[in-house]
Every structure is written in structure tokens, then in C-alpha cells.
């Protein structure tokens, strides 16, 4: 079961090189996400104060760090937890996550190289965050959708988190086939969807994980791009017999469960 785990995960990362938006390629990138808390005890709290110290942070340390591709900070829209955003960093192989660590404390001390006066800022910057977090790490799969440009305004995250049945009558070959074919046909002809990416697990607690963002303009547009993807699905496939076969064949591959979460972007902190 663990081999086959393997190299199924290896073969979903693998699976969309051959479709239309993977002409270029595409390397793959590792994604921690840290999950974070608000201070709901802090009785002074100023969303405008929060951006401008984690700013600061972005653009003296973050943005200068070499080893961060990207940075996205998430908000609670609609989730099971009112006081979590999240924290995403995308870094280009697994030792760059250790090598930014040490870059990020080398560009901290630059920046304030003053104790008190570093000591004053982060004691503002960590009031706004309760104590506990956790992280995992995550490994990009290739077939991305970017955004046509980077947008100035908060944008609508919508994140589903299915899990990997590895079915024993299944093979890389059909996910492979079956998945290119519903992505091609339906995500990356779907113009209500800005961009979109999934995700595989790398180190955490849970490897059956298969995390899929689309990101919209705002909330109308999650129920319009799934219509919408539905619309699409049967134009590609107008025999009704053959999208019940298609169906079958690539369901088993997912259990029954699936997760769903909105967030909102803050554009001010993104990298």
C-alpha cells in the first residue's frame, strides 16, 4: 500500500504535463502553510495597525528573502474557525525552506539592528496572534492557472481538501488520462476561475490529502464556476453514457469526503 501511495502521489504531479496549459514547464515547488490564530483577547485591535506591521515585515525581510518565491495571507470567510488566516509560502525545493529561515533572521537583524527597538516591534506584531499555530508542508503539482495579472483587491479563495482512495484496480496511467481530461475540459476553460492549483502532501498529518484553490472574484462566482464547470463537462462530453462511465472511473480514485473552505486574500501582504 505505501509504494502504491507513492507513486500514485507521483503520478498526480505528473498528470497534467500533457495538458494545453502545461505546455511550458513547470517545476515543482514546496508550500508551507501555517495556520494562525487572532488574539481575540486583544481589546485594541485595528486591522489597518496589523497590515502596516506585517508590511513592514514583508518589505524588509520577506521580499528580500531569495529563498521565498511567494507569499499569501489568507482570512477566515467562511470556516469552521472565526480566528484562523493563514500563512502560504512557496519556496523552490525542500533545503530552501531551512536556507530562508536563516536568511529571514540575517535580514531581521539588518533591518532593526537595534535590540530594543526590534524587541518593541515584534512584541506589536505578535500581540495581534494568540500562541498556537501548526504547519504543514505541502508539494506544488504542475498545471497551475495564473492570473491573467495580479490583482490589487482582495480576492475569493475557495479551498477543497478531498482525500486519495487508492483504489487496488488503479493505476497512474487511467488518474493520469482521466484527470487531464476533466481539467482540460472544464478548470481551465471555466473564465470564472482566476487561477487555480492543487496541492499533495509532503510532511503533516495527513498524506491522503489532494488540496484543490480556485480563486474568483468574489463569492457569487464558487456556485457560478461549479454550474459553469458542469456546462463545460457536457459539452466535452455529450453522451450521457460515457460521463457516467467517465464518473465512475475517476471517482474511485477520491473517497466520499471533501472539506470545504473560503478565505479572503489581503493583497497588501502578498509577495
Same mark, same amino acid.
Given at each position: 500500500m505505501k509504494r502504491f501511495t507513492q507513486t500514485f502521489l507521483v503520478a498526480f504531479a505528473a498528470l497534467v504535463l500533457t495538458s494545453n496549459l502545461a505546455a511550458q514547464e513547470q517545476k515543482q515547488n514546496f508550500v508551507t502553510v501555517t495556520t494562525l490564530h487572532w488574539n481575540l483577547q486583544k481589546l485594541n485591535f485595528d486591522q489597518k495597525d496589523?497590515? %502596516?506591521?506585517?508590511?513592514?515585515?514583508?518589505?524588509?525581510? =520577506?521580499?528580500?528573502? @531569495? /529563498?521565498?518565491?511567494?507569499? =499569501?495571507?489568507?482570512? &477566515?470567510?467562511? =470556516? %469552521?474557525?472565526?480566528? @484562523?488566516?493563514?500563512l502560504i509560502t512557496t519556496y523552490p525545493s525542500w533545503e530552501a525552506i531551512e536556507k530562508a529561515g536563516k536568511k529571514s533572521d540575517e535580514l531581521v537583524m539588518a533591518a532593526w539592528p537595534d535590540e530594543k527597538a526590534r524587541n518593541a516591534? /515584534? @512584541?506589536?506584531?505578535? %500581540?495581534? !496572534?494568540?500562541? $498556537? &499555530?501548526?504547519? @504543514?508542508? !505541502?508539494?506544488?503539482?504542475?498545471?497551475?492557472?495564473? %492570473? +491573467?495579472?495580479?490583482?490589487?483587491?482582495?480576492?475569493? !479563495?475557495?479551498?477543497?481538501?478531498? &482525500?486519495? +482512495?487508492?483504489?487496488?484496480?488503479? $493505476?497512474e496511467k487511467e488518474f493520469g488520462a482521466l484527470a487531464t481530461k476533466f481539467l482540460d475540459a472544464t478548470t481551465y476553460k471555466n473564465d470564472l476561475v482566476k487561477s487555480y492549483y492543487s496541492l499533495v502532501h509532503a510532511w503533516g498529518s495527513d498524506n491522503t490529502e489532494l488540496v484543490e484553490t480556485f480563486v474568483v472574484d468574489n463569492m457569487g462566482d464558487i456556485e457560478k464556476l461549479n454550474e459553469k464547470n458542469r456546462e463545460l463537462f457536457r459539452a466535452a462530453m455529450p453522451d450521457e453514457a460515457k460521463r457516467k462511465e467517465f464518473n465512475t472511473a475517476y471517482g474511485k480514485y477520491f473517497t466520499r469526503v471533501h472539506a470545504d473552505y473560503i478565505y479572503k486574500s489581503v493583497p497588501e501582504l502578498m509577495k
Open positions: 496589523w497590515i %502596516a506591521l506585517e508590511k513592514e515585515y514583508l518589505d524588509k525581510v =520577506t521580499k528580500k528573502n @531569495e /529563498f521565498i518565491l511567494e507569499q =499569501t495571507v489568507l482570512m &477566515h470567510h467562511f =470556516t %469552521a474557525d472565526n480566528s @484562523e488566516l493563514l516591534y /515584534f @512584541e506589536k506584531k505578535e %500581540a495581534f !496572534y494568540a500562541g $498556537n &499555530h501548526s504547519d @504543514e508542508i !505541502y508539494k506544488t503539482t504542475p498545471g497551475v492557472k495564473n %492570473a +491573467a495579472a495580479k490583482s490589487d483587491k482582495a480576492m475569493v !479563495y475557495y479551498v477543497r481538501k478531498s &482525500h486519495w +482512495a487508492f483504489p487496488k484496480d488503479g $493505476n
